[in-house]
């Protein structure tokens, strides 16, 4: 699944949307960014309702696909701005982390 299709699957918002989507690997579901920047796996979503540049920054250390916006969030513009320059994705989903991570579980284990 890349981003685009995961952005369908999750009838999320493709807040930033790179030029190239990315193939997604696994997902890591967590609101302490210490934690993601920990255990998020490589070419992964990170599931959260952190929605400010740092998050951005943990997503580039882990080398992340895409970043899930829960709850509808508002995302602030530098945040978009800082994932365009790095190639990562933004969605956005009224869902909440809980049903977002039960969504893509059997999906992403199904290609693993």
Same mark, same amino acid.
């Given at each position: 699944?890349?981003?685009? #299709? ?48 740092n998050t951005v920054a943990v997503a580039t250390l882990r080398d992340l696909a895409a970043i899930v916006i829960c709850n509808n969030r508002p995302i602030p513009d530098d945040m978009i701005e800082a ?11 009224? #869902? ?17």
């Amino acid at each position: 699944m890349n981003t685009a #299709e995961l952005a369908r699957t999750l009838n999320a918002a493709r807040v930033c949307a790179p030029e190239v989507d990315r193939e997604v690997a696994g997902a890591y579901t967590s609101d302490l960014l210490s934690d993601a920047m920990a255990n998020a796996p490589e070419n992964g979503v990170l599931v959260t309702i952190q929605a400010h540049k740092n998050t951005v920054a943990v997503a580039t250390l882990r080398d992340l696909a895409a970043i899930v916006i829960c709850n509808n969030r508002p995302i602030p513009d530098d945040m978009i701005e800082a994932a365009r320059s790095e190639g990562i994705a933004i969605l956005q989903t009224a #869902e909440d982390q809980f049903a977002v991570s039960g969504r893509l579980y059997p999906l992403l284990r199904a290609g693993s």
